[in-house]
């Protein structure tokens, strides 16, 4: 049995941490997680799903702001191996050295995407896969060598919470078998081709703004990339809206003639809210006003806050 501590703060991190703890291979010591969080409009104090799951299960929690917080207590848990997904926060060499090795499921295909955000930058690039990479930690951000990797389809219209379930799935799939190999030693791993790095860095708001002057694919994709959370978001009549869902017309050349400034909210109708691009439209389906709720756009029909208004660039 392997003496482990897990780290993970996201949903995809409780998924893991579950499918650690329903099996006979590993005793989990004790999780890091994130503190809790103030969430929503009456800004309360919100745990995650990874220490709910803690909770729930009877599992030593640890929330720190800086990890010399809790060294000396993990230091006395004696553990073997520290396995991490999603945590959110680079962890310090120093704490890594109590571990006899430091294993990480990172959400791409490296040495493509390091950093905290890989599965929107896929997404919002275009790429047609992704996929997890089973990896040993070091001090240098998610370049450590691979052990195994495994990878899904991007289909046209995934958006970020659906490949976060498609990975889920696959990094609870690794643990039952390759985790344990790597662990037993019995899977090496390989180091990355440094001239293939890319990066993928933690998201600020104000990366979460849609440009408007790109294309009708580069903005669905950058839609999809960050719905539903946290969302991408424009300015109308001086309000933030969230764009949670997006479409592609079937045709577009008649909407590349129209003599319209980008960002043109030019058609509502049943198909959704049509938005004028630099090279046709783009059918947005949900939309979300700050403080309110998720509307699906067809019921905007005629409704004269939204129609010939136009988005900031």
Known sequence: MFNIIFCGTLDISRDILKTLFENKHYNILGVITQTDKEQGRGQKISQNSVKKFCIENNIKCFQPTKMKEIYDEVLNLKPDFLITCAYGKILPESFLNIFKNSINFHASLLPKYRGGSPVQKAIANGEKETGISLMKMIKQMDAGEVYFQKSIL??????????????????????????????????????????????????????????????????????????????????????????????????????????????????????????????????????????????????????????NKIFNV
């Open 154 to 307: 991007i289909e046209l219209h995934d958006n970020a919470q659906d490949i976060f379930a498609k990975l889920s799935k696959i990094s609870c799939d690794i643990v039952g078998k390759e985790l344990i190999q790597v662990l037993n030693g019995e899977l090496k791993g390989k180091p990355q081709d440094e001239s293939k790095v890319t990066f993928a860095y933690n998201l600020k708001n104000e990366d979460e703004k849609i440009d408007w002057n790109k294309t009708s694919l580069e903005i669905h994709n950058f839609i999809r990339s960050l719905a539903i959370k946290p969302g991408a978001f424009s300015i109308l009549n001086n309000a933030r809206i969230k764009i949670l869902a997006s479409d592609l017309p079937s045709e577009q050349q008649s909407f590349k003639k129209l003599d319209l400034k980008v960002g043109t909210i030019f058609d509502i109708n049943k198909l959704g809210m049509f938005v004028k691009t630099i090279d046709g439209a783009i059918i947005i389906k949900l939309i979300q006003k700050e403080s309110k709720n998720i509307t699906e756009t067809k019921a905007l029909k005629n409704n004269p806050q939204f129609l």
